[in-house]
């Protein structure tokens, strides 16, 4: 992870806090491993740190996440905190850009995050599409609507090294929570 002269674009500050707030995600997943770590020293490094790590998960000590992310600190193999990072950068930002060109770059987050999406059974992958559903609920209708169009156009045509799973999940629920709550039936006369 590099926060560099790259990251931040005086004229653009909406694409700089994106940038951070994802890069910051990997800082407090590395602080958090970290911080596991030590307690792994402290224990007296009992068998591997990531076999210790494992133990924990499995006595409700660690949750999943952090699990993970920990792990990858150790295997050098970053995959879930590339998942969630973006994730952060999504939801923190988009509601606030306004429509249009300012906040193309939170819907490149989101593409990031279907990059990252695992199987239909991981519990990380079920909470990343849970939230963004939640999220969505809360959004104002052009920004809604903005979404929609994106989920849409890759539920249908998904891009390589995209998970299809993660826009087919989303393209369902969402249109299921705005047709069923929001849209008065059709009526016939
Ligand atoms: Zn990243």
Do not use: C, K
């Not at 911080?35 to 792994?40: C, I, N, R």
């Not at 952060?88 to 593409?111: K, M, N």
């Not at 939640?134 to 849409?152: E, F």
């Amino acid at each position: 992870m590099i926060i560099g002269p790259g990251a931040v674009i005086e004229d653009s500050p909406e694409y700089t806090a994106q940038v951070r707030t994802h890069e910051m995600t990997h800082v407090a997943h590395f602080r958090r491993g970290i911080e596991l770590w030590d307690a792994w020293l402290a224990a007296g490094h009992p068998a591997t740190f990531v076999a210790w790590l494992e133990r924990q998960h499995d006595r409700h000590r660690v949750n999943e996440a952090d699990l993970r992310t920990s792990r990858e600190l150790a295997t050098g193999q970053l995959l879930t905190t590339e998942l969630l990072a973006p994730l952060e950068a999504f939801l923190g930002h988009y509601h606030a850009l306004p429509v249009g060109a300012g906040h193309e770059e939170s819907l490149h987050q989101l593409t990031l995050v279907a990059r990252g999406f695992g199987a239909r059974d991981d519990p990380v992958s079920i909470d990343v599409s849970r939230r963004i559903i939640d999220y969505a609920a809360t959004l104002d209708a052009p920004h809604r609507a903005a979404l929609d169009q994106l989920v849409q156009a890759r539920a249908a045509v998904p891009l390589e090294l995209e998970s299809p799973a993660f826009w087919w999940g989303l393209r369902d629920a969402l249109a299921h929570r705005t047709g069923a709550s929001h849209q008065p039936e059709a009526v016939s006369h």
